[in-house]
T-cell receptor
Framework: NAGVTQTPKFRVLKTGQSMTLLCAQD?????MYWYRQDPGMGLRLIHY???????AKGEVPDGYNVSRLKKQNFLLGLESAAPSQTSVYFC???????????FGPGTRLTVT | RKEVEQDPGPFNVPEGATVAFNCTYS??????FFWYRQDCRKEPKLLMS???SGNEDGRFTAQLNRASQYISLLIRDSKLSDSATYLC????????????FGPGTRLSVLP
């Protein structure tokens, strides 16, 4: 049981480049989330999904898109990266009847 | 006002000390509350949920005061391994997905 995995672990992008972060979970969880964590600000919710094929905006969705074509995967896309998107990105999942979120190890993204 | 605020820290305490962290939240309709632990450069992990009646798990005790919109975490007999950042998390919506994280309070337990 791998839990929640994230790919890649590290990435450096130039301003304007695009990329996709992949989150995968093998726990059959309904809910999945993308957060970003910046120093002194705590984790902020970018987008989330309550099930396959559905997504919704969180607190800071601008500049990001997501897709959940399969229940086990939740993709986060940056179409045109900006330095303000330099952050640590965490994916999380949880089962339907619990509030405990299980987090992936994070992706450290730097945009220059 | 931020939705979830925590003691700014850091807290530096000797082994064996008792330490308490506080957290306040802005939305009086908030329904569920949690403490997560995050080690340096690692992902957050659930430490404990916080129930209305208060709850205890070994050396850790969590309390909720809905009237004051306040949550606390007490750690007794601190261990070196308790050194981490403690995140207060509030679900602002009943059955919703609006989990709001506080900025965290860093604890260093010193030998």
């Amino acid at each position: 049981n791998a839990g929640v995995t994230q790919t890649p672990k590290f990435r450096v992008l130039k301003t304007g480049q695009s990329m996709t972060l992949l989150c995968a979970q093998d726990m059959n969880h309904e809910y999945m989330y993308w957060y970003r964590q910046d120093p002194g600000m705590g984790l902020r919710l970018i987008h989330y999904s309550v099930g396959e094929g559905t997504t919704a905006k969180g607190e800071v969705p601008d500049g990001y898109n997501v897709s959940r074509l399969k229940k086990q995967n939740f993709l986060l896309g940056l179409e045109s990266a900006a330095p303000s998107q330099t952050s640590v990105y965490f994916c999380a999942s949880k089962p339907g009847l619990s509030d405990e979120q299980y987090f992936g190890p994070g992706t450290r993204l730097t945009v220059t | 006002r931020k939705e979830v605020e925590q003691d700014p820290g850091p807290f530096n305490v000797p082994e064996g000390a008792t330490v308490a962290f506080n957290c306040t939240y802005s939305n009086s309709a908030s329904q569920s509350f949690f403490w997560y632990r995050q080690d340096c450069r690692k992902e957050p992990k659930l430490l404990m949920s916080v129930y209305s009646s208060g709850n205890e798990d070994g050396r850790f005790t969590a309390q909720l005061n809905r009237a004051s919109q306040y949550i606390s975490l007490l750690i007794r007999d601190s261990k070196l391994s308790d050194s981490a950042t403690y995140l207060c998390v509030v679900n602002m919506e009943n059955y919703g997905q609006n989990f709001v994280f506080g900025p965290g309070t860093r604890l260093s337990v010193l030998p």
